[in-house]
């Protein structure tokens, strides 16, 4: 099934994205700098991620933090984590994260 739509950002208060369970390295690359380029006009991103065992969303989230943490310090950003679990039937896991623009 394929559904297609469009939104502004700027129609949408909080942002939210997902990662999903078999994306590598090089999609939190592109999340990453998707966040910050969101975050110069928004102060809160949400972002879910998920894979395949109960390790697989923290150690992406570790890897997204330290991408961010890595890039020149235009703003101060904070993290929460959010809700975590898995899917009842199935062997997806997943964790929120809330990324605050502080300063």
């Known amino acids: ?3 297609e739509f469009g939104f502004e950002l700027a129609d ?7 990662v ?5 390295i ?3 690359f592109t999340l990453a700098t998707l966040v910050l ?11 879910v991620f998920h894979g395949l065992n ?6 992406k989230i570790k890897a997204f933090r330290q991408i961010i943490d890595s890039a020149p310090a235009e703003t101060t ?9 898995s899917v009842p039937g199935s062997s997806s896991y997943y964790q929120w994260l ?5 300063g």
């Open 77 to 85: 950003i904070d993290y929460a984590s959010g809700d975590r679990g």
């Open 12 to 18: 949408c208060e909080i942002p939210r994205f997902a």
């Open 37 to 47: 380029n969101v975050m110069s006009t928004k102060e809160r991103v949400d972002i």
């Open 54 to 59: 109960p390790e697989d969303p923290e150690r």
């Open 20 to 24: 999903e369970a078999v994306e590598g």
């Open 98 to 102: 809330t990324v605050t623009k502080t």
């Open 1 to 3: 099934m394929r559904l």
């Open 26 to 28: 090089g999609k939190l």
